[in-house]
Nanobody, 120 residues
Framework: QVELVESGGGSVQAGGSLRLSCLASRSIYGSYVGWFRQAPGKEREGLACIKPSGRTGYDNPAKGRFTISQDKSKNTLYLQMNNLRPEDTAMYYC???????????????WGQGTQVTVSS
């Protein structure tokens, strides 16, 4: 069992920035960790991951604007989001226990999410 808790969401104007955090109760050896988002009526989409090798991966909406990082000593995952757009409005989730980078169904453990709302 792994408990994940996201924080750092909120409301921001277009062009603004937010930094999301995800605190995990423990790490899982050899797994991918990632950030996902889901807007009402839409599928959950992968944004960014850290692979077991330590390399990062990004989907197109996040590439160039979002940065994933981690502090292993604190079991904490981060997502720095810059130049936010209204279409970024969604519930944001962190996940671990992954066997791939950006496929939600390949992750085992999920947080409950933190809401991000971007206004124009």
């Amino acid at each position: 069992q792994v408990e994940l808790v996201e924080s750092g969401g909120g409301s921001v104007q277009a062009g603004g920035s937010l930094r999301l955090s995800c605190l995990a109760s423990r790490s899982i050896y050899g797994s991918y960790v990632g950030w996902f988002r889901q807007a009402p009526g839409k599928e959950r989409e992968g944004l960014a991951c850290i692979k077991p090798s330590g390399r990062t991966g990004y989907d197109n909406p996040a590439k160039g604007r979002f940065t994933i990082s981690q502090d292993k000593s604190k079991n904490t995952l981060y997502l720095q989001m810059n130049n936010l757009r209204p279409e970024d409005t969604a519930m944001y989730y962190c996940a671990t226990g992954g066997t791939s980078c950006l496929t939600a169904s390949d992750y085992q453990y999920w947080g409950q999410g933190t809401q991000v709302t971007v206004s124009s």
